[in-house]
Each structure stands twice: as structure tokens, then as C-alpha cells.
């Protein structure tokens, strides 16, 4: 009988450390290994009030009492190859980069798309949500600004 | 004055529709006597833990769902396997078919269990006062006064009223269930045995009421057993199981509602005398015994009500109304709220008085106690409300359940795919039928609280004319309550 109480009191322990190890693994250590080598990942995540693109994690227990902070601007260099996990955190918004022709791409709330493009031409790539999503759509716009080879050096 | 005259009557000329025998003998069939694997199922000492803990592992990936996933409902497993998988499940399968089987395996005891025990498998033989187990903590005794379901029934009346957040936002069910968590665990610390259980779980209180219809009951194979043993292990715990967890003395137990069907009792019978038991839906434990559990058929039957309206019904203003945390409108949330309140409170207890007013007038039935007939026939409240909430969640499993494919593929919305359906797109079953199969539930409940409320008669009313009469206000009421659920599911 006593081998049975460890055994239970182990599962229990197990569990309480496990899973969050498990989903924390999942997410920092599995994710980033299914891009190329050297990948440039951005998480980006919309939200209707206010009109805000941001790279903040929006989750069950932020999302009443903050607000997030807006992302304006993402940095990447020439030949980055980068990856951008598009998320809506309420309602049924659209993704796209109209200058490299990407989207655009519903993303409907509570959903993960995910975006992949080369950032072979230096210079700013817009941004933005392609539907009429809230009042606040107008502000649904941002860039990615991509450093030439010479912008690098000089920077 | 007139007087009455319960003697049965020879020359009777209204028929009775149910063989008087078969009211008489309790149909029921051993269970542990034909399945003998299932009687050692449930004797292992292991059996409770090897179903809480799987329960407990996915409470606690609700929780981390809650806090860390995303904020949108119908993408959060919280939000999509406890309010429509689960919900569902639990009232129409579990409850009618399993008595409080719920109990057996919920996971927000645990902590408390664990603490009072200082076990999760094993039992401590020793002395805890009144008891043949060593238990730990305060060991008070809950107060008389509390001992009763009020506190379950407003409890459930306050999270009902603010369902409209609990089931829609993963942090408000990650609120209320941590705070039962930790009530649980605080109240197991200070008090005797399941006191959270028996008198504070909300979700408890309406398992109770409507376990009275489950098709199976746990009992003891001959109470004259019972009368006899000097043990009574089964409240009092052995060394091979734990004391009743809910405080209940097995000679005695002739209803389901507060068996939480631990089967500790089975365990701990010096005399193996405690079975599990088949029988009939519904027609088995008849009669309420307290106010408390009359207000709780009446709070759970206009909550089905008020869930159809709000959560089924066409009328976006009460939806607004309902929905506090979005459209801000205290003024018409209070309306909501009070509304409710009122009508579980006062209007449908009060409608049914005065149907059993009408009925012990009708009837001439002086010599019954108007509160014997109150409690007795609200029994007919108890299938009606069951199938009343069935009714209203066939939609939600039909129209939402395809939730349940997507989320289990991605349950915190992260953009997992761990089943390959994480894009599985939202699918209605089928919600032209939905009607179709609403009507013949709301029937199912008009005819099992008439079923119910003959048989409480039977036993009041000797004579089937002054019977049939003093069931007539109250049978109406149930007919009434019936065509406005119909109605509401119809259109």
C-alpha cells in the first residue's frame, strides 16, 4: 500500500511541475526549432479597442486590466528570414503586407496564422489589418523596417 | 368543516394509470451482485484517485488555459470543455444515469482530502472524534444553522447571474474555480469531513437535487443488517475505508441527494452489505424534505428559463443586459439580475403555494399540513427542471461542440495542432432538428413530475378521486411551466 501512496503522491508532484515545464518547452523551445536556423520570429497580436498591433502576449489574465503597448515598427535586416505569428485577440481580423504581396489573411479571434517571407529589399514593409474591424481599424497599421546592408553599418 | 376521509374507497371509478405493486416494491437491480468485476473495481483503494487525478491533471491545464492562453472563449479549452463539453456531459449524462457519479471524481476536494487525510490512497485507522480514522486539521463541527442547502442555492443564483462572464471569459472560471479550490481547502482544514461539499459547492447543490432521479443509487443490500451491526463503519470509517465523507449512516440513506458516491462506505462494510443499484429514471426518491431544497427546484427550473431567454432567445437588449463586462450597462444588468432573482425567489415558489393552496382546498384536504403537501409535491419540480436544462443544452453542445475539435487540437490558443484540428471550422449539427428534439425532453419532464407527483399522491391520498384533485393545481403549473419552455424553443 505504501508503494501506491508514493506512487500517487509522485503523480501529483509530476503533474503540478510537468505540465507547465511541458507547455513552456513547447512554446520556447519547439516552436522556434521548426523555422531555418536563425529565423527572425515576431509574435503579433491585434486587438480592436484601441486599434493596437502588439508583440506583447495578450492572455486571460492581462487582457482586461492593460493595455498593450503598441508596435509601431519591427526591425529586421536584409536577408532575415522572417516569420510572424499573427494572432487576434477578440475579433475577426485581416493581415497583410500589400508590398510583397502578402494576404491578405483572416484571422479570426483566438486563432494563430502565420506569415513567412525573405526581406530581400531594404526600406519600410507595411503592415496592416485589411477589414473593417472595429472603430479604431484606421490604427491597425504598422511597419517592418528593413535595414540595408549599408543602413547596417552606418547604424 | 369539511372532513376528510383517506381510507381507500371500494367502489374507486377513476383509474389508476400505475399498478399500485409497482409503486410499492422498489424495482432495483444489484449491480455489484451481477458485476462482480465492478464490485472490486470500486473496493480497490485506488479507484477514486485513478479518476481524480487524470480530472485534476486537466483542472490544472484549465487553469494554466485560464491565465496564459487566450482571452477569447471559444478558443480556451476552460471556457470549451467545462461550460459546453462538460456541462453538457454532466446534466445529460452523468446526472440522470449516474447519480452524483460527478462527485466520485471531481477534483476540487483534492487539496482539502489531502490535507484532512494526509493520504490520497491509503486510510489512517486511529480516533478522530466519532470516527475510526486519524483525520487532521481543526475538526470543528459546521454550524446547525448552516447545515442545509440555502448557501449552495444563493451561491448558484449569484454565479448564475453573472454566467454571462463565467462562461464566456477563461479568467473569470479561473476566479470562481480557484475560489472554490481554496474555500474547499480552507473549510477541510477547520471543518469536519466534506463540509464544502455538503453545504457550499454550488455545483453540488443542483448534483443533489437531481441525482433524486438518477437511474442508480448506492445502498444497502438489507437495512436489517445495518440496524444490527455494531460497527457502522460506514460513518464511522475502519481500517479499510475512510469515514463517510458525508457524514451519512448507510441504514438511513433512502435518497441520493447527498450520497457523493465515494464508495468509502463499500470498503468499510463489516458485512459487505452495501450495493450499487439499478432502477428506474425518476420514480425512486420522491418527496423534498426541506424548504431549502423546494427553493433550489425552483431557482434551478427558472435558471433554465432565463439561460433559454438570454442565452438562446432573440432579444439582444436582455443579451446586452445579461452581458455586463461588455455593454456596461448596470441599469439594465440590474433588471436582468433582479428579475431573476425575483422570479426563482418569490413568483414561481410563490405560484406554487398558491397551486398547493388551490389543490388542498380542491381536494378537501384538511387533514395534510400545507407544508407537508408543499415540500411532498415539489418533487414534480425535480424531473421537470432536469430535463428543462437538458433541453437547453442540447443547442449548446449541437451548435458549439465543434469547439470542442479545434480546441483539443489547440487548448490555450497558442497555435498549437496537436491533433491536426486546430483549424477545424465551427459546423452547427444540425440546428434546424434542435426543436425536434427539445420537444419530446420538455414532454419527457412534464411526464416524469406528474409520474412523480401521482406517486407522492399515493401516498398522501388513499382515495384516487380526492388524489387526482389535489394534484390537479400543481399539475397545472407544471403544464403551464412546460408550454412556456415549449414555446421559448419553438418560436
Redesign the interface.
Known amino acids: 500500500m505504501k508503494w501506491k501512496e508514493t506512487a500517487g503522491v509522485l503523480a501529483v508532484v509530476l503533474m503540478l511541475v510537468g505540465l507547465p515545464i511541458s507547455l513552456w518547452s513547447w512554446r520556447n523551445i519547439i516552436v522556434p526549432h521548426r523555422y531555418p536556423r536563425g529565423a527572425k520570429i515576431f509574435t503579433l497580436t491585434a486587438t480592436a479597442k484601441g486599434g493596437i498591433w502588439t508583440q506583447d502576449p495578450i492572455v486571460g489574465f492581462n487582457y482586461w486590466w492593460r493595455t498593450p503597448t503598441r508596435t509601431n515598427e519591427i526591425t529586421v535586416n536584409q536577408g532575415d528570414h522572417v516569420v510572424v505569428r499573427v494572432r487576434s485577440a477578440d475579433v475577426l481580423h485581416s493581415f497583410a503586407i500589400p508590398i510583397m504581396r502578402i494576404g491578405p489573411l483572416d484571422v479570426p479571434a483566438g486563432h494563430t496564422i502565420e506569415v513567412q517571407f525573405d526581406a530581400n529589399r531594404s526600406g519600410p514593409l507595411t503592415f496592416l489589418c485589411w477589414q473593417m474591424c472595429s472603430p479604431a481599424h484606421g490604427n491597425l497599421h504598422g511597419r517592418f523596417m528593413v535595414m540595408g546592408n549599408a543602413k547596417q553599418e552606418s547604424w | 368543516m369539511a372532513t376528510v376521509d383517506n381510507t381507500p374507497h371500494v367502489n374507486e371509478t377513476l383509474p389508476d394509470f400505475v399498478p399500485v405493486e409497482s409503486l410499492t416494491k422498489p424495482r432495483r437491480i444489484d449491480l455489484f451482485a451481477r458485476l462482480p468485476w465492478l464490485k472490486r473495481l470500486v473496493k480497490m ?2 479507484f477514486q ?1 485513478f479518476l481524480i ?1 487524470p480530472n ?2 486537466m483542472f ?2 484549465f487553469f ?9 472563449g ?3 479549452i476552460i471556457i470549451v470543455f467545462v461550460w459546453i463539453l462538460w456541462w453538457f456531459f454532466l446534466i445529460a449524462a452523468l446526472v440522470p444515469f449516474a447519480s452524483r457519479f460527478w462527485c466520485t471524481m471531481c477534483p476540487l476536494p483534492f487539496f482539502g482530502d489531502w490535507l484532512q487525510r494526509r ?4 486510510v489512517r485507522p486511529g480516533k478522530s472524534a466519532g470516527t475510526e480514522n486519524k483525520f487532521f486539521g481543526l475538526w470543528k463541527r459546521w454550524p446547525k444553522a448552516l447545515s442545509n442547502i440555502w448557501p449552495q442555492n444563493f451561491g448558484f443564483l449569484l454565479l448564475a447571474t453573472f454566467s454571462a462572464l463565467l462562461v464566456t ?3 473569470v472560471s ?1 476566479i470562481v474555480f480557484s475560489i472554490l479550490v481554496l474555500v474547499a481547502t480552507a473549510l477541510a482544514l477547520v471543518y469536519r469531513l466534506r463540509t464544502f461539499c455538503n453545504y457550499v459547492c454550488p455545483i453540488s447543490g443542483f448534483l443533489s437535487l437531481y441525482s433524486m432521479t438518477s437511474t442508480i443509487e448506492l445502498r444497502s443490500v438489507d437495512k436489517d443488517v445495518c440496524l444490527k451491526c455494531k460497527y457502522k463503519s460506514c460513518i464511522r470509517g475502519s481500517d479499510q475505508g475512510w469515514a463517510c465523507p458525508w457524514n451519512i449512516y448507510m441504514g438511513k440513506l433512502d435518497r441520493n441527494n447527498y450520497c457523493g458516491l465515494c464508495f468509502e462506505c463499500v470498503k468499510s462494510c463489516h458485512y459487505d452489505n452495501i450495493s450499487l443499484f439499478a432502477r428506474p429514471f425518476a420514480t425512486s426518491d420522491v418527496g423534498l424534505r426541506g424548504y431549502d431544497e423546494v427553493w433550489k427546484a425552483s431557482i434551478m427550473l427558472v435558471l433554465a428559463f432565463s439561460y433559454s431567454v438570454v442565452l438562446l432567445g432573440p432579444w439582444g437588449t436582455l443579451k446586452d443586459w445579461a452581458n455586463i463586462s461588455e455593454r456596461h450597462q448596470w441599469g439594465g444588468f440590474g433588471i436582468y439580475a433582479g428579475t431573476q432573482a425575483l422570479l426563482a425567489l418569490v413568483i414561481y415558489p410563490g405560484l406554487y403555494y398558491l397551486s398547493i393552496r388551490l389543490a388542498k382546498w380542491y381536494a378537501r384536504a384538511d387533514s395534510i399540513p400545507t407544508k407537508e403537501l408543499f415540500l411532498k409535491y415539489a418533487y414534480m419540480l425535480v424531473p421537470m427542471g432536469l430535463l428543462a436544462w437538458i433541453a437547453f443544452s442540447v443547442p449548446l453542445i449541437m451548435v458549439n461542440g465543434s469547439y470542442i475539435i479545434s480546441v483539443a487540437s ?1 487548448p ?5 495542432n496537436l491533433f491536426h484540428t486546430a ?1 477545424f471550422p465551427w459546423i452547427p449539427l444540425y440546428p434546424a432538428s434542435v426543436p425536434f428534439i427539445q420537444v419530446p425532453i420538455l414532454l419527457a419532464g412534464l411526464y416524469y413530475g406528474l409520474l412523480g407527483l401521482n406517486k407522492v399522491g399515493r401516498e398522501l391520498f388513499p382515495n384516487p378521486q380526492q388524489r387526482y384533485r389535489s394534484m390537479a393545481p400543481p399539475a397545472a403549473l407544471l403544464l403551464g411551466t412546460t408550454l412556456i419552455f415549449m414555446k421559448l424553443f419553438i418560436g
Do not use: C, H, Q
Open positions: 483503494r485506488s484517485a487525478l485534476l491533471a490544472y491545464l494554466i488555459a485560464g491565465i496564459f492562453g487566450t482571452p477569447v471559444n478558443r480556451n493520504a490520497i490512497i491509503r471569459r477563461p479568467i479561473v489547440d490555450l490558443g497558442w497555435g498549437m483549424e
